[in-house]
């Protein structure tokens, strides 16, 4: 059984930086497609970005060239670098996985929240 980990979360000022981290628990690591997901009150949840195995990253429109995704292999853990944080990126943040076999995340971390003021 995966179990996801998040922490990092916390509040930011517009312009400013933080980093959260997904530590990966209970199946081989290497195996998993890991991504970072948000939802903000009154909205869907979206993919903000992802990463494989080989380290191949795509990330959203919204968030491109100032949200970085990578994973260390060696920690179980995957990171997502937020940079230039604005407002609109407030949200409960959540780390999910899918095995490379199958087309649709089906294991959940709890969330963590990031709150951008102005």
């Known amino acids: 059984q995966v179990e996801l980990a998040e922490s990092g979360g916390g509040t930011a000022q517009a312009g400013h930086s933080l980093r959260l981290s997904c530590v990966f628990y209970?199946?081989?690591?290497?195996?998993?497609?890991i991504g970072w997901f948000r939802q903000a009150p009154g909205k869907e949840r979206e993919l903000v970005a992802e990463?494989?195995?080989?380290?191949?990253?795509s990330e959203a429109d919204s968030v491109k060239g100032r949200f970085t995704i990578s994973r260390d292999h060696l920690g179980n853990t995957v990171y997502l670098q937020m940079n230039s944080l604005k407002p609109e990126d407030t949200a409960v943040y959540y780390c999910?996985?899918?095995?490379?076999?199958?087309?649709?995340?089906?294991?959940w971390g709890q969330g963590t929240q990031v709150t951008v003021s102005s």
């Open positions: 990463i494989t195995s080989g380290g191949s990253t």
């Open positions: 999910a996985a899918k095995h490379i076999s199958t087309p649709i995340y089906d294991n």
């Open positions: 209970g199946r081989t690591f290497s195996n998993y497609v």
